[in-house]
């Protein structure tokens, strides 16, 4: 059983940054691919962004250019730098654990094993 602890969220203003992390235990983090979803009010959960066991990454296109997601597999940890923050990723931001044989199952949520409980994002303008 793999826990996830999200923490780093909070309030910043448009064109601010924040960075989040997300701390597992329990499991062997190398072993799962490890990505960032997030949820505002009324719409369903969506992807940020993943990084492989490999180290590989993606990014959803509404963040590109913007996130940087990244992964230290000594620390158990996983990391979302956000840059740039628009008032439109408000949101609560989720950590999630999959160890799916692709990346498409992760980025479509078809295989996610463990979840966070979640951080809260708000972006004034």
């Known amino acids: 059983q793999v826990q996830l602890v999200e923490s780093g969220g909070g309030l910043v203003q448009a064109g601010g940054t924040l960075r989040l992390s997300c701390t597992a235990s329990g499991g062997t983090f190398g072993r799962y691919h490890m990505g960032w979803f997030r949820q505002a009010p009324g719409k369903e959960r969506e992807f940020v962004g993943m990084v492989t066991r490999s180290g590989g990454t993606y990014d959803a296109e509404p963040v590109k250019g913007r996130f940087t997601i990244s992964r230290d597999n000594a620390k158990n940890m996983l990391t979302l730098q956000m840059n740039s923050l628009k008032p439109e990723d408000t949101a609560v931001y989720y950590c999630?654990?999959?160890?799916?044989?692709?990346?498409?199952?992760?980025?479509?949520?078809?295989?996610?094993?463990?979840w966070g409980q979640g951080t809260q994002v708000t972006v004034s303008s």
């Open positions: 999630a654990a999959s160890s799916s044989a692709t990346a498409g199952a992760v980025i479509s949520k078809t295989r996610i094993d463990y």
